[in-house]
């Protein structure tokens, strides 16, 4: 009886876990010809929109100039806060005046773990940032995790066993990274790292 109540357990653990993990949604459209400035004002609209939503950690417009296509990205603290912003009504009205701008709707995979650090689906108008900003900026977020690992857990941890110990460190550092770090040094950065020059 116990066993099956721990598996009961475990399910409702792994279904709670997976709705407090941050959601990312990423919309692509090919806006019509002469049409890019009325877009974009209703893209605005749609972002201060989601932010009015319980959960929105961020919204942004990418687009590559000269470009028709422009890829808007919302991130909610979990896939419950971003269901909601989705299937909003405010979202359906807008969604409708975006018809009438655009020539075609694309909801492109969404992003998790390491792959959302720096980069977006790919995407022929959506460039990743240079490989020297992404290792600068990924040295100046781990460099303050390390110290603190360092002068924290590692002392207390020192007599347990050398295997274990290993694990606990890139356990720590990548759940942080993935989760909590580079999210908010991605955004501190972004113009920066998507700069063009």
């Known amino acids: 009886m116990n066993s099956i109540e721990e598996l009961t357990s475990a399910g409702a653990d792994q279904r709670r876990r997976a709705r407090q993990e941050p959601a990312t949604a990423v919309f692509v ?5 002469g049409r890019e400035a009325p877009y974009e004002s209703l893209v605005r609209e749609m972002i201060a929109a989601s932010e009015t939503f319980p959960g929105q950690l961020d919204a942004t417009l ?3 100039p000269g470009s028709a296509d422009y890829t808007l990205v919302y991130s909610f603290v979990d896939q419950e806060a971003l269901r909601a912003w989705l299937d909003s009504q405010v979202r359906q009205r807008l969604l409708r005046r975006a018809d009438g701008l655009a020539d075609n709707h694309l909801r492109l995979p969404s992003l998790s ?3 959302s650090w720096f980069s977006l689906p790919h995407q022929a108008t ?3 940032p240079p490989r020297w900003k992404m290792w600068l900026v990924s040295l100046l977020a ?6 603190v690992f360092q002068a924290w857990p590692v002392p207390e941890i020192k ?3 050398l295997l274990v110990r290993s694990a606990i460190f890139p356990l720590i550092l990548l759940t942080l990274m993935t989760y909590v770090v ?3 040094v991605t955004r501190l950065f972004r113009r920066w790292l998507f700069s063009r020059h």
């Open 29 to 33: 459209r090919r806006v019509k010809p």
């Open 62 to 64: 990418l687009h590559e």
């Open 113 to 115: 773990g390491l792959e």
């Open 126 to 128: 959506i460039k990743p």
């Open 142 to 147: 781990i460099y303050p995790l390390v110290v």
């Open 159 to 161: 007599t347990w066993p």
């Open 182 to 184: 580079m999210p908010a």
